[in-house]
């Protein structure tokens, strides 16, 4: 047995759902699971794994905004 890790991120964390959860889940392999805190308890979003398309529109705006991205990371923003 393995332990999942959450990863920390400002709105929860985040986990890989694992391929027997998402059968058992019914969704998709690839798919995500957002943890979200709520008054003593915890709120799960599934999110499905990214399109071809949404990979592919991500992959071209961080070409087109590199430099950008590049200084907002030197500077902390």
């Known amino acids: 047995?393995?332990?999942i890790t959450p990863?920390?991120?400002d709105l929860g964390w985040?986990?890989?759902v694992p391929h027997d959860m998402a059968?058992?889940?019914?969704?998709a392999d690839g798919s995500?699971?957002?943890l979200h805190p709520k008054a003593g308890s915890i709120e799960v979003e599934i999110l499905p794994p990214p399109t071809d398309q949404l990979k592919a529109?991500?992959?071209r705006i961080n070409e087109k905004h590199k430099?950008?991205?590049e200084e907002m990371k030197?500077?902390?923003d």
């Open 1 to 3: 047995m393995s332990a």
């Open 23 to 27: 059968q058992v889940l019914g969704v």
């Open 67 to 69: 430099e950008a991205f």
């Open 74 to 76: 030197r500077l902390g």
């Open 32 to 34: 995500v699971a957002v």
């Open 7 to 9: 990863l920390k991120t």
């Open 57 to 59: 529109t991500a992959r």
């Open 14 to 16: 985040i986990i890989e």
